[in-house]
């Protein structure tokens, strides 16, 4: 077993020190590799960086040796007894410092949901094999939420299902390094459901018609909407981009915006210099209605800004903010969007899903699929294939006026 120093940058141009570990797989005898986390910045700790190889091929060293039929370690007495809720609190509290406060606070709400189940049954984390986990997937398929009007259990979203999956299988990994187990009792087990191309059923495709009645609905109604859901619908950014969106970042004389600030929300309100992803980062040409869109904000804001004086609280430079210059809560922007467009008669009708609405206004107006990967900032080119796919099986059902007339060459054969 060999281990090697790597290094990786994340989307918020941060590069951190990773051990790529060479192991021979002892039922196969060939060699393979696996890539693991420091959590050391590269700047000023490389000798840090080479201390941590050892001890992660000691960690590691479990990969080298066959696996029980059982999946336990049979020496073991320090942790035998410790349950899986108590080890997952114990996962929790070491990942905290690793994460985004964003995505911590989304973990402990998932492992809090996955301890409602496990805690009545006092399981030792040794004790958890496939069956039981695959019984808890199902159950929470099933009945995992409570309706908050009829206090009845539900069904939950094979998606949320599937995040706890992916909980409990990185959970069950950090128990192999520990030394707890020899096997991720997560291997192999299904959550089955919605495939992938059924999710395209929830994508929404405004007509250009439709976007502009909205915006004249919303300019009557809901005028603090109106810039919010043009810059939604013709950029299609996501809540997090768009009450993201800074004046230090758009550039009226290039007219260019760049999107790297984002401002999300799962307790807490939380700011920062990264995208979702990496390809979230990207500039985009700041055509002339969004020009004039955005410097009606600018104007507003700085009589706002006059008017507050002292008081007037955005220093940090947001577009959207309140008379006053405090930001948006994302939660409060996404009610209050749904508030609207439920008065327009169309509750259907989302902030994420004006990204919908977006590419399909930019593949009618011939845009290439890799185009509009770059425009809305997706990673994986097949997000964008899937919302073409989906949009032109719409369109092909609109088709029929286009082959009624360029059939009409043939239609003397069919004389009655």
Not at 193 to 212: C, H, I, M, P, W
């Amino acid at each position: 077993m060999t281990g090697t120093l790597r290094i990786r940058e994340t989307s918020a141009g941060k590069s951190y020190y990773y051990i790529k570990i060479n192991y021979k797989d002892p039922k196969t005898g060939k060699w393979k590799s696996t890539t693991v986390k420091t959590g050391l910045e590269v700047k000023n700790n490389k000798r840090k960086a080479e201390a941590l190889k050892q001890k992660y091929l000691d960690d590691y060293s479990y990969l080298e040796q066959e696996t029980k039929e059982d999946g336990k370690v049979e020496d073991n007495s320090s942790n035998k007894d410790i349950t899986l809720c108590e080890y997952l609190d114990h996962w929790l509290a070491d990942k905290k410092i690793e994460l985004k406060l964003s995505t911590y606070e989304s973990y402990t709400y998932r492992v809090a949901q996955i301890k409602k189940y496990f805690e009545p049954l006092n399981i030792k984390l040794i004790d958890v094999t496939p069956k039981v986990l695959d019984v808890f997937f199902k159950y929470s398929l099933e009945n995992g939420k409570t309706n908050q009007k009829t206090k009845k259990r539900e069904a939950l979203s094979v998606r949320s299902v599937r995040s706890y999956k992916s909980i409990l299988y990185a959970a069950f990994n950090q128990a192999m390094i520990d030394g707890i187990l020899q096997r991720n009792p997560v291997d192999g087990v299904a959550v089955h459901g919605k495939q992938n191309r059924d999710y395209s059923e929830d994508l929404l495709f405004l007509t250009e018609e439709e976007v502009a009645d909205l915006l004249h609905f919303l300019a009557k109604n809901y005028s603090m909407l109106v810039p919010i859901a043009f810059i939604g619908a013709y950029y299609g950014l996501r809540r997090s981009e768009l009450l993201g969106l800074k004046w230090s970042n758009i550039d009226f004389v290039n007219k260019n915006i760049l999107i790297k600030h984002t401002v999300v929300r799962v307790k807490t309100v939380e700011a920062a210099d990264s995208t979702k992803t990496a390809s979230g980062r990207r500039m985009l040409n700041l055509f002339d209605t969004a020009e004039r869109c955005l410097l009606k904000v600018k104007s507003e804001q700085e009589e706002n800004r006059k008017f507050y004086k002292n008081e007037y609280k955005n220093k940090e430079g947001y577009v959207f903010t309140w008379e006053d210059g405090t930001t948006y809560d994302p939660d409060y922007i996404s009610k209050l969007f749904h508030k609207a467009t439920k008065e327009f008669g169309r509750p259907e009708i989302t902030l994420h899903k004006l990204r919908h609405t977006c590419a399909s206004m930019l593949i009618n107006k011939g845009w290439d699929v890799k185009r509009l990967q770059y425009w809305l900032g997706h990673t994986d080119v097949q997000t964008t294939l899937n919302i073409y796919a989906h949009f032109n099986k719409q369109r092909l059902n609109t088709s029929v006026n286009d082959l009624s007339e360029i059939s009409m060459v043939s239609s003397d054969l069919f004389k009655i």
